[in-house]
């Protein structure tokens, strides 16, 4: 594995950036945020394959082209059980559920993430109790996160934002501490890793989305639970079922999330090319770096000295293996992020804001008390904005990203 690799959500789109999940086929220099037409089209043959032999097999529900695909990324987590599902969403309420956790309970979760991941919580009767951020990268402050544990807490959910790995030493020991679960929200991290071990497979339980836009991205919705734990699995495989064991003898309330064997089949043509996916990621954001940092006004976060930089790139930590699903900046000041989005947009460069409004000002949370004021993740929800690093963007491409936030820094 190189560098320590692996191979290896958000569950709906903006109108802009679906505007960009166009072909550039064409010889203008549009750079989309997201390109997927290459990746799949290059695959074509494979996954006119793998349709024939589900349409053949008549097995529509479960099976052995599912079976098939949790074996592998378990495997690739370093576990024993896959759990094939409907959603990365869907993951996260089924490893809820498969728990036990409910009414009474707290979740702590990052407020700056996508919002299936405190919307579960909620779904599933228990509490978000909603934590701060790292500024430099994007993931949960565990020391924060203790802060807010109380004798209600039951769980803990790091979401692996971006494609970098959370903390998982400082998470593991909080929560052997205080006898929380950990379900890791993977769903942008296939692939990533933290000190040699892969996501997804080093808390309790894992979870992975394989929506559209992720490394590994399949054809509609689909996702994953994996975990070491064979009881846990059990149950999670019951649940999926209506919680059903043997059928029309329900055991628990579940509820109907069975990943299709068609999706399943077309992923797993996806899955051996997934660390070259994620190869051509990592360039492109060393190829950022690199240009970046000759900028002046750019620094990193967490390494700057003296004045704040105008511009914030995104960094690497050295035990972390980052798979960059989004490569995010940071623009410093009042209203310049909302700027650089329209300069680049007004050139044809796809851009996008993950996330603008942090969960714990989200208007269906009030009624959970959330914390009054989370500084970190408040700061990153004004100044964030990602650019293109799709595996397919290529140098030229690139470059024209590169040129245009040169031109917009030099302007002001």
């Not at 037409?37 to 529900?61: C, D, W, Y």
């Not at 904005?385 to 040169?406: C, D, F, K, Q």
Request: aromatic share 8%; hydrophobic share 40%; with cysteine.
């Amino acid at each position: 594995m190189p560098e320590g690799g692996f191979i290896r959500d958000c569950d709906c789109l903006s109108e802009h950036r679906r505007a960009t999940l166009v072909s550039t086929a064409d010889n203008t220099m549009n750079v989309p945020l997201l390109e997927l037409n290459t990746q799949n089209q290059a695959l074509e043959p494979e996954l006119k394959e793998a349709f024939e032999r589900v349409l053949r097999s008549g097995r529509f529900i479960l099976g052995p082209e599912l079976e098939s695909f949790e074996n592998a990324v378990a495997e690739l987590s370093g576990v024993r059980h896959g759990v094939g599902v409907t959603s990365g969403t869907d993951a996260i309420l089924l490893a809820l559920m498969a728990l036990g956790i409910g009414p009474g309970d707290e979740v702590l979760c990052p407020s700056f993430t996508f919002f299936a991941t405190a919307g579960c919580i909620a779904r599933a009767g228990a509490v978000p109790v909603f934590v701060d951020s790292e500024p430099e990268t994007f993931n949960i402050d565990v020391e924060d996160a203790e802060r807010r544990i109380t004798e209600r807490t039951k769980a803990i959910i790091p979401v692996h934002l971006f494609g970098q790995a959370a903390d998982m030493d400082a998470i593991a020991e909080l929560a052997k501490r205080h006898k929380l679960a950990v379900i890791e929200d993977a769903a942008q991290a296939l692939g990533a890793g933290h000190r040699g071990r892969p996501v997804g497979g080093i808390g309790t339980c894992g979870t992975f989305s394989f929506f559209p836009s992720k490394n590994l991205g399949g054809f509609g919705d689909a996702g994953m639970l994996v975990t070491d734990d064979e009881t846990l699995a059990h149950k999670a495989r019951i649940l999926r079922m209506h919680g059903a064991e043997p059928k029309y003898y329900h055991k628990y309330i579940g509820g109907n999330f069975r990943m299709d064997p068609l999706q399943a089949a077309l992923l797993q043509v996806k899955l051996p090319h997934c660390e070259t996916y994620n190869k051509n990621r990592r360039a492109n954001a060393a190829a950022y770096a690199e240009a970046l940092d000759a900028l002046p006004g750019v620094g990193v976060a967490g390494e700057s000295d003296g004045e704040p930089p105008r511009l914030l790139r995104p960094s690497e930590r050295p035990d972390r293996y980052h798979i960059w699903n989004q490569y995010t900046l940071r623009v410093t000041g009042e209203g310049r992020r909302d700027a650089l989005k329209r300069f680049l947009n007004e050139r044809d460069i796809g851009a996008e804001i993950y996330y603008p409004v942090p969960l714990h000002r989200q208007e269906c949370f009030q009624p959970f008390e959330p914390a009054d004021f989370l500084p970190v993740c408040e700061t990153l929800a004004a100044e964030v904005i990602s650019i293109p690093v799709y595996p397919e963007l290529g140098e030229a491409r690139r470059n024209t990203v590169i040129e245009a936030v040169t031109a917009f820094l030099s302007e002001e």
